[in-house]
T-cell receptor, first 112, second 111 residues
Framework: DSGVTQTPKHLITATGQRVTLRCSPR?????VYWYQQSLDQGLQFLIQ???????AKGNILERFSAQQFPDLHSELNLSSLELGDSALYFC???????????FGSGTRLTVV | AQRVTQPEKLLSVFKGAPVELKCNYS??????LFWYVQYSRQRLQLLLR??SRESIKGFTADLNKGETSFHLKKPFAQEEDSAMYYC?????????????FGKGTKLTVNP
């Protein structure tokens, strides 16, 4: 167990739907990062939160949004889902990024 | 801009042979570099960070600032080393230390 918990592990949903992915960071870590991993695009950085505030944004679509709550867990909301959104979504946490991240096991999203 | 290039998508070696996974980076400041390993689409695990100059599972990596490279090496590959390997760079910018990953190299160690 890496200490970063992601739920659910698997999600199958239809196009046009909305889903919420949840991440609990490792104890003591203030930063949460979301990544999308697909076969053709590799690991794409989506967004970072630090202690409840958005810190950096990457290649995140407008249909996607995230937040970090006072207890530091984070949620990634994906709406108006398309087939191309099917991917592994990883959450990672860190105390300070230059020490490296700890990754969760990911949520495998399948849009049908 | 931060960029990480792993020129080989696939690398295949025989057990006991030396292995080198290449990583080149582009960053204007002083980067922190990492290697992550991913077995069978599971979670990514931190393998090495250049800041600590450690050796994990027999792997080493040296930061060469002149060549902007951070190649991962192991003198004798084992079958259990078969996995995806990602090189990553962290540069502090705008209050964020986000990691930028290369596209990864799939290493296969044949018996």
């Amino acid at each position: 167990d890496s200490g970063v918990t992601q739920t659910p592990k698997h999600l199958i949903t239809a196009t046009g739907q909305r889903v919420t992915l949840r991440c609990s960071p490792r104890s003591g870590d203030l930063s949460v990062y979301w990544y999308q991993q697909s076969l053709d695009q590799g690991l794409q950085f989506l967004i970072q939160y630090y202690n409840g505030e958005e810190r950096a944004k990457g290649n995140i679509l407008e249909r996607f949004s995230a937040q970090q709550f006072p207890d530091l867990h984070s949620e990634l909301n994906l709406s108006s889902l398309e087939l191309g959104d099917s991917a592994l979504y990883f959450c990672a946490s860190s105390l300070q990024g230059f020490y490296g991240y700890t990754f969760g096991s990911g949520t495998r999203l399948t849009v049908v | 801009a931060q960029r990480v290039t792993q020129p080989e998508k696939l690398l295949s070696v025989f057990k006991g042979a030396p292995v080198e996974l290449k990583c080149n980076y582009s960053y204007s400041g002083s980067p922190e570099l990492f290697w992550y390993v991913q077995y069978s689409r599971q979670r990514l695990q931190l393998l090495l960070r250049h800041i600590s100059r450690e050796s994990i599972k027999g792997f080493t990596a040296d930061l060469n600032k002149g060549e902007t490279s951070f190649h991962l090496k192991k003198p004798f590959a084992q079958e259990e080393d078969s996995a995806m390997y990602y090189c990553a760079l962290s540069g502090y910018k705008g209050g964020s230390e986000k990691l930028v990953f290369g596209k990864g190299t799939k290493l296969t160690v044949n018996p």
